[in-house]
């Protein structure tokens, strides 16, 4: 029998981890901006920064903004959008106002378009994608490897 011991309450524990850097965050109720990270399309999960430098080669001009960002959320989120227009086309940063679009609107931190995503597009390359080619590419014989090494060990 499970016995409830000490505070009882709705709060539930959450950890992100950056896919790129590995850093990870963790909290009562976190969620992906209280790690200043942002997930995309394909679940990979990172922090802004990678996120930032990646879309700034990408993000140059209002429309490729505008290309980025969903006419439904535009007409909902009408005023903080025109803010972020705003700000752009007085200071640029193109790709800070998209992430600021992409952390406002629902659900908006865990679809950050793939084609931005410096995983998706293989600008960086994961360690467990790296092995699953390198395994692969080179018809490694992954038993016999682990034998190897668990004979080596003991
Ligand atoms: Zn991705």
């Not at 972020?84 to 679009?101: A, F, N, P, R, V």
Request: charged residues 35%.
């Amino acid at each position: 029998m499970k016995i409830r011991t000490g505070f009882v309450s709705n709060s539930s524990s959450s950890s992100f981890t950056c896919c790129i850097s590995g850093e990870d965050y963790s909290g009562w109720d976190a969620c992906l901006c209280d790690a200043d990270m942002i997930e995309c399309r394909n679940g990979h999960t990172m922090l802004t920064k990678y996120a930032k430098e990646f879309a700034k080669e990408k993000i140059k001009t209002k429309e490729d903004f505008l290309k980025y960002t969903d006419e439904r959320d535009n007409d909902y989120y009408k005023d903080e959008i025109e803010d972020m227009i705003e700000d752009g086309e007085k200071w640029g940063g193109w790709h800070l106002q998209l992430l600021s679009y992409y952390q406002l609107v629902d659900d908006g931190e865990y679809d950050w378009p793939t084609d931005l995503c410096p995983v998706c597009q293989r600008t960086h390359i994961l360690e467990n994608d790296f092995l699953a080619y390198v395994i692969k590419k080179y018809d490694i014989d992954v038993d016999a490897i682990e034998k190897e090494m668990r004979d080596e060990i003991s």
